[in-house]
């Protein structure tokens, strides 16, 4: 009953918003309205003061994309590949939904790659990564892709994601959008919130679905969320935000074979509760979590048997999860151009997994099982010097780690940031640090039967150490006027003690051990232009090498841009094209997937994709509609074949038609 709890308040906070619109407001005299066009595909390039690197993609940049979940929401930021099998709904973690940053987040089971909502871990507990349906888009204001290991931000990972729930802006504000398209998409969502003296809501709920460009390639999305906020006084401000979705996808298995490969279902609950403060010398948050979840994978024998499942057959995975703990982070300002920063996570994983075959005695029971992390961290940073002229600011910090099975870590970093007026050089270092996740116990112990039956290995989990990775970055800017700005970031990624199942050619797995060893490195580069008031203009591109042969979802070259142009006053018209090389991708075979050298994966080859949104925009002052918009999207305009998995082929060109109305 807790993930109705949540459906019932947000629909009640959804009812007070629609409700609250305040008819006696007096009438004023409005200034001439300027509309700056936002910036295409990413909101903008951030370095901070410890001379790390991040992209953010806003409101703006997800409606442009007509983006309905995170892998086409980031799918043309430099830097960032994907992988999917379906229009709507992502089948699992890997090919069949995921993200993937300069060739991490690729190992399955396990993942370098973090996923956040509201700066807590949102991830499938038990096998360590994300899945790209309970993360959903409506509820967000903006996404921060973190794209190296930045222990002063999180920890536990080589690169992260974290999405930013919305905040009501206003008095009275909502939203209502309806959309449909081929392969019978469709799409709707509702969300309004508003603040009433010290308080402030924000709420609302989304369905989205598709039958999918073949048969059994449908997916469906729904989502409902709010969040609550309390000014208790000038100095701090209590939140909760609350979310749940309930999702499932089909894998369609390769074209031509006369069945499927199977259903993937997902439930996930969300809490975060913050309480933040901000002083004129202090700054930060305590944030409690909790995140539960389920996963379903419903006849996945037939991946592994080669013929449909009878109705009286079994195979399937159930696997449960909860992610819960505390996140504290505090800033001070305790002299003049100086900054420290003091923080601890505590992080507790628990889950387990029921594995379902045929034969009820080949049954496999991973019961539950927890992991806990302690991980304090300290850093400072000082500005000598002025931004608008001659500047140096250089940092350090340390984070530890306390694990409650393997051995304790430490992630040292520092940077330094250097400027003169309107160019800016960065550079960094920083020792990322990611731990096992449960899914080497629960592998061992019972969903693997030669492991969970040799009583010589089937602890030897324990033994493991946590991969690492030495991330080394450099990068310049510069602004050369108002309107254009370029950047460039070259980037060297080491990874040490990568655990692997070890799985000989011709015969059983004999266990998890640390022998992988890998570097990534190459180049970044982007370019924004804004002309005019009405055109923006993005330019990505991607160089990416990796050490290992066959590396998964790592292309070496990959190039975006795109451009957002108003024109004749009430029409905008957004496109973007993706260009990206052939590349690896994941084996069919789970237990290769975290392979060290895995070379002997599928390849897809290179494709080019153009997208395109031509709105109309409108206004109804007297029914107090703000700026709305009815719009055509149109996807894959060119009409390409291309695959992210052999066998799999994406749409065509398809198109969508809708509306969204601003109250």
């Known amino acids: 009953m807790k993930k109705y709890y949540v459906i019932a308040l947000g629909l009640g906070g959804l009812a007070c918003s629609l409700s609250a619109a305040d008819e006696t407001a007096p009438a004023t005299k409005r200034l001439p309205e300027i509309t700056v066009t936002a910036t295409p595909i990413i909101q903008g390039n951030l370095v901070d003061a410890y001379g790390s690197g991040a992209s953010v993609v806003g409101q703006r940049q997800l409606a442009d994309l007509n983006a309905q979940d995170l892998g086409t929401a980031l799918r043309s930021t430099p830097g960032v590949n994907i992988s999917r099998y379906n229009p709507i709904g992502s089948y699992g973690g890997a090919g069949g939904g995921a993200v993937f940053i300069r060739g991490l987040g690729a190992s399955r089971p396990g993942s370098e790659l973090l996923t956040m909502f509201d700066g807590a871990p949102r991830y499938n507990g038990v096998f360590s990564h994300s899945m790209l349906d309970t993360l959903s888009l409506d509820p967000v204001a903006a996404i921060t892709v973190y794209k190296s290991a930045q222990p002063q931000y999180f920890g536990d990972a080589f690169a992260a994601i974290d999405l930013a729930p919305k905040r009501a802006e206003a008095d009275y504000q909502a939203q209502v959008t309806g959309a449909y398209g081929t392969m019978n998409t469709g799409v709707e969502t509702v969300s309004g919130g508003g603040k009433i003296g010290k308080f402030d809501y924000y709420a609302g709920q989304s369905y989205r679905s598709s039958d999918g460009q073949r048969n059994n390639a449908g997916g469906t999305i729904r989502d409902y969320f709010f969040r609550l906020g309390w000014q208790l006084n000038d100095n701090w401000y209590l939140s909760y935000f609350g979310d749940f979705t309930d999702n499932l996808a089909e894998d369609p298995g390769v074209e031509g074979q006369p069945w499927h490969m199977g259903n993937y279902h997902t439930r996930d609950v969300m809490s975060v509760w913050t309480l933040a403060n901000q002083y004129d010398i202090a700054e930060g948050y305590i944030k409690p979590y909790w995140n539960s979840g389920d996963a379903k994978w419903f006849d996945q024998g037939m991946r592994h048997s080669g013929r449909p499942v009878a109705p009286t057959d079994t195979d399937r995975t159930l696997i449960d999860w909860d992610l819960y703990g505390v996140r504290a982070r505090e800033t001070f300002t305790l002299w003049e151009g100086g900054e420290v920063l003091a923080g601890v996570d505590y992080d507790l994983i628990s889950g387990k997994v029921t594995g379902e075959a045929y034969a009820p005695a080949a049954n496999a029971y991973f019961t539950r099982h927890d992991f806990a992390i302690a991980s304090p961290y300290l850093a400072a940073n000082h500005l000598f010097g002025r931004r608008d002229g001659y500047y140096l600011q250089p940092s350090g910090g340390l984070r530890g780690y306390a694990h409650s099975v393997f051995n304790p870590e430490l992630s040292p970093f520092g940077g330094v940031v250097f400027g003169y007026k309107d160019t800016e050089l960065h550079a960094n270092y920083a020792r990322g640090v990611n731990y096992p996740g449960l899914n080497v116990a629960a592998l061992s112990t019972a969903l693997i039967p030669p492991l969970a039956n040799n009583p010589a290995v089937r602890d030897a ?48 797995p ?154």
């Open 510 to 663: 004999t266990g998890f051990q640390n022998i992988g060893a890998y570097h990534n490195h190459g180049v970044e580069g982007s370019v924004t232009w804004s002309p005019t008031n009405d055109l923006a203009v993005f330019a990505g591109l991607t160089w990416l090498h990796t050490s290992v042969t066959g590396m998964p979802y790592a292309p070496e070259w990959t190039a975006s841009a795109g451009f957002n142009w108003r024109f004749l006053k009430n029409f905008r018209l957004s496109m973007d094209v993706l260009v990206q090389d052939r590349m690896f991708v994941n084996p069919d075979n789970a237990y290769a997937r975290a392979s060290a050298d895995p070379a002997n994966n599928p390849r897809v080859p290179s494709f080019v994709t153009v997208n395109a949104k031509l709105s109309y925009l409108f206004k109804a002052e007297k029914v107090r509609l703000k700026e709305s918009e009815i719009f055509l999207a149109l996807d894959n305009l060119t009409d390409s074949d291309y695959y992210y998995r052999p066998g799999y082929p994406m749409p065509g060109i398809n198109g969508m038609l809708g509306v969204v109305l601003n109250f």
């Open 461 to 508: 989990w324990r033994q493991l150490d946590a991969e690492t990775l030495n991330h080394y970055e450099f990068g310049v800017s510069h602004r050369f006027n108002p309107r254009l700005k370029a950047d460039a970031t070259v980037f060297l990624d080491e990874g040490n003690h990568r655990y692997i199942l070890i799985s000989p050619a011709f015969g059983p």
